[in-house]
C-alpha cells in the first residue's frame, strides 16, 4: 500500500517562500514519476511539478516556471517542493502525486496511481 503524506503548508504573505514535503511509503520509489498538483476553490487540479525519481528529471508549470523547485531526497523518499517568491494566485490545496514508471502525459492529474491529502498553502497580500 503506498501512502503519501503532505507537511509544510502554512498561511504566508506575498514574496515569502515555504517549503512542502511528500513522505512516501510502502514501495521503492525509485522508478516512480513523482508530481505535484494543486487545486484552488472552484478551479480544477492543475499541474505544479514533476521529477522523475530515478533519473532527476524535472518540468514546471509555466507559471511557477523560475519560483518553485521540485526535488527528491532517495534516503528519505521524500519529495520536495521549494516555493519562493509567492504569489496570491499559489492559494491552493496542494497534493503530491505518485505514479510507478514513466508518464508521457505527467501533467495530466488523472494518470497518477496514489494521491496524498493535500496541504493548504494561503498567500495573503
Known amino acids: 500500500q503506498v501512502e503519501l503524506v503532505e507537511s509544510g503548508g502554512g498561511l504566508v504573505q506575498v514574496g515569502d517562500s515555504l517549503r512542502l514535503s511528500c513522505a512516501a511509503s510502502?514501495?521503492?520509489?525509485?522508478?516512480?514519476?513523482m508530481g505535484w498538483f494543486r487545486q484552488a476553490p472552484g478551479k480544477q487540479r492543475e499541474f505544479v511539478a514533476v521529477i522523475r525519481w530515478s533519473a532527476g528529471r524535472t518540468d514546471y508549470a509555466d507559471s511557477v516556471k523560475g519560483r518553485f523547485t521540485i526535488s527528491s531526497d532517495n534516503a528519505k523518499n521524500t519529495v520536495y517542493l521549494q516555493m519562493n517568491s509567492l504569489k496570491p494566485e499559489d492559494t491552493a490545496v496542494y497534493y503530491c502525486?505518485?505514479?510507478?514508471?514513466?508518464?508521457?502525459?505527467?501533467?495530466?492529474?488523472?494518470?497518477?496511481?496514489?494521491w496524498g491529502q493535500g496541504t493548504q498553502v494561503t498567500v495573503s497580500s
Open positions: 502525486a505518485a505514479h510507478p514508471g514513466y508518464i508521457m502525459y505527467y501533467t495530466n492529474y488523472r494518470v497518477y496511481s496514489y
Open positions: 510502502g514501495r521503492t520509489f525509485s522508478s516512480y514519476t
